[in-house]
């Protein structure tokens, strides 16, 4: 199986997607020239033409209304954000029209479009240019919500979102753009959206995260096997729609569980999902529910500051540990 | 009868060209004095259902502004181009075709709606007659028009796409993002800024750094005129121009300069300007005009105008019917398209 990176599997999809169907099209600021500002788009617009790769002005909210006109009449566009912090200017675009233009028309047409970008911390890129966004997406119906953690997920659920005649909001991660990994090889790689994936297997405690906090969650895990603690990494993939079967499988395997997220905790995607392990996974749960989420802080940018305001491998490994510490519970796996 | 320029024009360029002739057939016009005929009595009917309680909501009439949608509404080829509005949005629909009753269902919040009662006032949608909204957010709409026309440049398509905006948008960002669109991409639009000299309760002069709006379209590189928009037929001869111009790729910008004869909305009694100035505007109530017009040019007689209007009143009040012996949606509507 080849061996590539992130940037190039998303890549991979818009040209295969762009390939197989002319209404896909891809807007947004240096896509086209520039060949995209962390490269994503490169060559597309050499292959598909100025007018399929649009380079736009700096205008998130004209841009994204107008990929929504688009949507309405049938072309599938893509929206790049240079970063998820910039589609905030473009919020109520996405919020009060791209999300409920199927539900007001009673669905006399949809918004069959992919918004994507890069988003999240650990590059010294400061407040404004840190911010995880699941959150404020998330609470809205009618978008879909997607996030891929290895370059074979971000190709296939890209194709997917790209497919699928709703808005999805495509979330990437800056710090995995380099990222190197097995994807299949040609055009049929589909991931479906709302499906989790089991990263690792594991019997004392699950795990639920996504994106890039994959990577700390799997490193401790595999340092709490030393400790004959056995936790099971689950990545989402899919916030909304969300694989909540697999999930509630897990605990009731597990009945314990840690949610790790980039994003803040208050009416975060960890407190929505402990909430959802609460409502319907009560009575296999052992201990509390643990939280592991980014500092409550804008993000510093003090290399050694924005590292304490990023979950990393020993918050997350304390954390499993709480879940186990609970009396009566402590015996057995503690020996 | 004398047209007059509305004073507000007094610094504007003309815009429809002198000639006396009238810019429609008399089958054309006969067609529009229906249609007027029929926006405003279908308004008058929402506005008494309105005060009856049974319709809730905002409810935002165009009662005064009719020449300028006419004007514009009937110069495009209808099932093929697109027009998009904000939340004044009944009107619209029923110049390019869409039955009174879906519409009136929609305002009742009725199964039969033409949104299935989940949009009502404001966002009413007709997508197979190319009308595309209805939207709540002022100046919303603007940047999904200009995607409107992308989707018909990238597909080759001569389709244009009409874009409506109240004076109260034009300070918004999206609008002045829009326009540089447009212009960047030789988009096939024009926009149309109906000026009816107040955003609710505020007049244009507190919240435009220009008032002559048309004049934003300088900025953008972009033609850009100002139109009597009580008058229909130089409403109409402006439209025909820039409908033309846009389907060859040149965006256009005009300001219709109308006045609505009510308040923002049915919550609100226009206590903000003199009954002096509304009555000026009222002087010059386009429907009256028409009337008179076809009367005098023997298009109609009185007696045929009467029978018209029989019609309107009973296709009114089969609306008004329809409506209200709609079923409310099902239950299990409500989780209907949210998503595909
Ligand atoms: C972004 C936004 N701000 C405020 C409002 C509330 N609002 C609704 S209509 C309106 C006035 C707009 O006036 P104008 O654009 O001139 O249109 P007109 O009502 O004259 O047709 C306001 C302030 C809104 N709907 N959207």
Known sequence: ?335 | MPRRGAAALKEAPASGGASDEAPFSNDQLVDVYRKVLAARRFEERAAQAYTQAKIGGYCHLYIGQEASGAGFLSSIRLGWDYAITAYRDHVAPLFMGTPAGPLMAELYGKATGVSGGKGGSMHMYDAPRGFMGGWGIVGGQIPIAIGLAYASKYRNEDRVTLCFIGDGAAPIGAFHESLNLAGILDLPIVFIIENNAYAMGTALKYTNSRTDLHMYGEAYGMDHRAVDGMDLFAVRRCAVDVIEKARQGRPQLVESITYRFRGHSMADAGQYRTKEEVQEWRDRDPLEWLEGYLKEHGILTEDQIGHINDEVRHEMKEAVDFAENSPAPEAGALYENVYA
């Not at chain 1, 960890?270 to 409550?296: K, N, T, W």
């Open chain 1, 1 to 335: 199986m080849p061996v590539i990176q992130y940037r190039e599997a998303l890549r991979a999809a818009m040209r295969e997607e762009m390939e197989r169907d002319d209404r896909v099209c891809l807007i947004g600021e240096e896509v086209g020239g520039y060949n995209g500002a962390y490269r994503i788009s490169e060559g597309l617009m050499d292959q598909f033409g100025r007018m399929r790769v649009l380079d736009t002005p700096i205008a998130e909210e004209g841009f994204t209304g107008m990929a929504l006109g688009a949507a309405m009449v049938g072309l599938r566009p893509i929206v790049e954000y240079m970063t998820w912090n910039f589609s905030l200017v473009a919020y109520d675009m996405i919020i009060n029209h791209v999300a409920k233009a199927r539900y007001m028309s009673n669905a006399q047409f949809g918004a069959p479009m992919v918004l994507r970008g890069p988003q999240g911390g650990g590059q010294q890129l400061t407040a404004q240019h840190s911010q995880c966004v699941e959150s404020w997406y998330m609470h809205c119906p009618g978008l879909y919500v997607v996030s891929a953690a290895t370059p074979a997920d971000a190709k296939g659920l890209l194709k997917s979102a790209i497919r699928n005649d709703n808005p999805v909001i495509f979330l990437e991660h800056l710090g995995l753009y380099n990222m190197k990994g097995e994807v299949p090889d040609g055009p049929d790689l589909l991931v479906p959206i709302g499906v989790a994936d089991i990263k690792r297997p594991g019997q004392d405690v699950t795990l639920l995260t996504y994106s890039k906090m994959l990577y700390p969650a799997l490193e401790a895990a595999k340092a709490l096997e030393a400790d004959e603690i056995s936790v099971e990494v689950i990545d989402l993939r899919s916030l909304r729609p969300l694989d909540l079967d697999t999930i509630l499988k897990s605990v009731a395997k597990t009945h314990r569980a840690v949610v790790v997220t980039e994003d803040w905790q208050p009416s975060g995607m960890a407190r929505e999902l402990s909430g959802l392990i609460y409502q319907h996974g009560f009575d296999d749960l052992d201990a509390p529910v643990e939280e592991v989420c980014g500092a409550p802080v804008p993000m510093p940018y003090a290399r050694n500051l924005e590292q304490l305001a990023i979950p990393d491998v020993e918050a997350i490994k304390s954390a499993v540990h709480r879940t186990l510490a609970r009396p009566g519970e402590l015996a057995p796996l503690y020996r």
